[in-house]
């Protein structure tokens, strides 16, 4: 018959059967492990394209729009630090506690960011309204060259204190990943607000105001 014919030896027609069917389901499940894996590649790759966007996000527009950064240093006192004066001239050296008592902004920047050169306009005319109501402006010039700060302060016209992170080692402690990045500190020394990215007059007065409302001891 042509199923004994087509059938191997010792092997019976419902084993035949069982065989095919066999293959068949291998086929299908083989087939939806290829769907199952192109959808979790897909899902991975649209992922990672979502974290790069927001990666690339410049830190200019965070700042821009009033976006504070995430910071556990908010809420905190400041940290503390001793660093040298950026000035063509022998200068002491400038200690964070020497502030006390008054409300600081600091200002991390550096000669080569374009941010921190659009903002530094906005930041020394700032200065010359606020200086007589007690507020103090302290840069912070971040891995930099000293002539080129120094040229930067003398382009911009930048006539508050300035100070020199040669190493880098006060933004580490600040948490500081890139510049501009500038930090509001109330008269007790907390860091009471931190803004990443270039400043604009409405992020910076609003700031401000909040650190002259704030009651002195």
Known sequence: M???ENTPEGISPDEVYVGKGTRGHRK???KRRIIIFLLVSLFSVALLALLGSQLLIP???QGQNGNAGDSPLV???????TLPALSSHAAPAIHLTGFRGKPMMLNFWASWCVPCQHEAPLLEATWQRVQSQGMVFLGIDFEDTQSDALNFLQQYGITYPNVVDATGSVGINYGVT??????????HGVIIHKVIGELTEQTLQSNLQLLLRAAPH
């Not at 809420?75 to 630090?81: K, L, S, V």
């Not at 890139?178 to 008269?187: H, K, L």
Request: glycine fraction near 8%.
């Open 59 to 61: 830190a200019q527009t």
């Open 28 to 30: 299908h499940v083989r």
């Open 2 to 4: 042509e199923t004994e």
């Open 75 to 81: 809420g905190h006192p400041a940290p503390d630090f």
């Open 178 to 187: 890139g510049v501009p990045e500038t930090f509001f500190i109330d008269r």
